[in-house]
């Protein structure tokens, strides 16, 4: 049973660049959800994807864009880079009929330079 | 808006003994709460899920136990280990506005000295 993955895991990019990321959810999943976290703090909720739309989101700017395919994967775009985006992005998934319980992926460790 | 504290910031013990790791948050009207473990540069791994109508959930060496009313929950760890070093993360699930929203500490940064 596969859990959740994410790609790539590391990656350079210049101030002003585009990134995506991608997240493919645990087995049984529906609901992706994407966090960032800078050094040394607990992960910041950037927004929650379910049936392809985006249901929640934190307090991110609109640079922050996602995007929820049918087989659940999603992915996270991120827009005119600044330094302070670099970052760890955690992709989390569950099931919204479950437990409520939590699965992260590994990350995409992101630096902007 | 829900706040979620975790004290010790750090934490440094001789092997083999037990550890107690503090987890508070504002609002008592939680959904559940989840301990994580963290190892530097990683994702996190879900340790214990305690529903908010449960008092403790274990699994192994580890115990959460859960008092909504105080706001507290508390993660125990018996007879530590150094393969325990890591950093530790509670997540609260609240309902805000309709919506079930995950709110997370800044954990607590445990190494275990052989």
């Known amino acids: 049973d596969a859990g959740v993955t994410q790609s790539p895991t590391h990656l350079i990019k210049t101030r002003g660049q585009q990134v995506t990321l991608r997240c493919s959810p645990k087995?049984?999943?529906?609901?992706v959800s994407w966090y960032q976290q800078a050094l040394g703090q607990g992960p910041q909720f950037i927004f929650q994807?379910?049936?392809?739309?985006?249901?929640q989101r934190g307090n991110f700017p609109d640079r922050f864009s996602g995007h929820q395919f049918p087989n659940y994967s999603s992915e996270l775009n991120v827009n005119a880079l600044l330094l302070g985006d670099s970052a760890l992005y955690l992709c989390?998934?569950?099931?919204?009929?479950?437990?409520?319980?939590?699965?992260f992926g590994e990350g995409s460790r992101l630096t902007v330079l | 808006k829900q706040e979620v504290t975790q004290i010790p910031a750090a934490l440094s013990v001789p092997e083999g003994e037990n550890l107690v790791l503090n987890c508070s948050f504002t609002?008592?009207?939680?959904?559940?709460l989840q301990w994580f473990r963290q190892d530097p540069g990683k994702g996190l791994t879900s340790l214990l899920l305690?529903?908010?109508?449960?008092r403790e959930q274990t699994s192994g060496r580890l115990n959460a136990s859960l008092d909504k009313s105080s706001g507290r929950s508390t993660l125990y760890i018996a007879a530590s280990q150094p393969g325990d070093s890591a950093t530790y993360l509670c997540?609260?699930?609240?309902?805000?506005?309709?919506?079930?929203?995950?709110?997370f500490g800044t954990g607590t940064r445990l190494k275990v000295l052989a």
């Open positions: 305690i529903q908010s109508s449960q």
């Open positions: 994807y379910y049936e392809e739309e985006e249901r």
């Open positions: 989390a998934s569950r099931s919204l009929q479950g437990t409520g319980e939590l699965f």
């Open positions: 087995s049984g999943h529906d609901t």
């Open positions: 997540a609260v699930q609240s309902r805000f506005s309709g919506t079930y929203k995950y709110f």
């Open positions: 609002d008592s009207a939680i959904y559940n």
